[in-house]
């Protein structure tokens, strides 16, 4: 009698081999969550229906261990989050995905922190003398206003200055009326007594993350001419 024996099948499985995962340079916002993700087979290259070893992860930061904790999540999954991004989670991050045949350690994923536009010097008051239209040839003044910030962010913020004379903030530009609206410095030229120009001076700060404002601190008054009636 003959007895034939089951047929059996060998597969050989390998180290993981990573197949997904992000090497493109990021640039997160402080104070925002960013996520990393990792794929790998680690089956039979020849019958991959065969199926993969069961992996672990163990995501690193600057060559260093993570672990869950903080803003910290997913240190040991396949998918790494940072829920709230600062300086102490601006480099490099990689993952070692590992199974029963060895480890592989994925490229590195670099983050860039951008930061919020900062406005280190505010806009001061301005109280500036007219130019003088009568007969007389001197001046008291030279009729002009010069309004200076100073702001910091990355990456550098763009400015625009703003202006209300008691309808609201709106954005000015250079002409006549004005010079320097988008720089940190804005000259307001051939100032009159009672100029529709009289009011408030503020910059709007703008970069790829947020817009601040500086404090509404750049008043401007013109003084009146003094005339001698007898």
């Not at 997904?20 to 790998?40: H, K, R, Y």
């Not at 040991?76 to 989050?81: A, E, F, R």
């Not at 060895?102 to 536009?117: E, K, M, Q, W």
């Not at 550098?156 to 309808?167: K, L, N, R, T, Y």
Request: with cysteine; glycine share 10%; charged share 5%.
């Amino acid at each position: 009698t003959e007895v034939s024996s089951v047929n059996v099948e060998l597969h050989v499985n390998r180290t993981p081999v990573v197949t997904m995962q992000s090497t493109t340079p990021q640039n997160i916002c402080e104070l925002t969550s960013f996520s990393l993700s990792v794929g790998a087979v680690g089956g039979d290259p020849v019958y991959p229906f065969s199926g993969n070893l069961p992996f672990s992860y163990a995501w690193s930061f600057n060559g260093t261990p993570l672990s869950n904790g903080g803003v910290v999540s997913g240190a040991t999954s396949s998918v790494l989050t940072i829920s709230s991004m600062s300086s102490s989670y601006a480099g490099s991050y990689a993952c070692t995905v590992t199974n029963t045949c060895g480890s592989t350690t994925s490229s590195a994923a670099v983050i860039n922190l951008y930061t919020r536009p900062v406005v280190t010097q505010q806009p001061n008051n301005q109280t500036v003398c007219p130019i003088y239209a009568g007969a007389v040839t001197s001046n008291l003044g030279n009729g002009q206003a010069v309004f200076a910030v100073a702001v910091s962010g990355t990456p550098s913020p763009a400015i625009q200055w703003q202006f209300d004379g008691g309808a609201g903030f709106n954005d000015i530009q250079d002409g006549a009326m004005y010079s320097g609206t988008t720089t940190n410095t804005l000259t307001v030229p051939n100032l009159a007594y009672l100029d529709g120009r009289v009011g408030t001076y503020r910059v709007k700060v703008t970069n790829t993350c947020f817009t601040v404002y500086s404090n509404a601190g750049g008043a401007l008054n013109v003084n009146r001419q003094v005339s001698i009636t007898s």
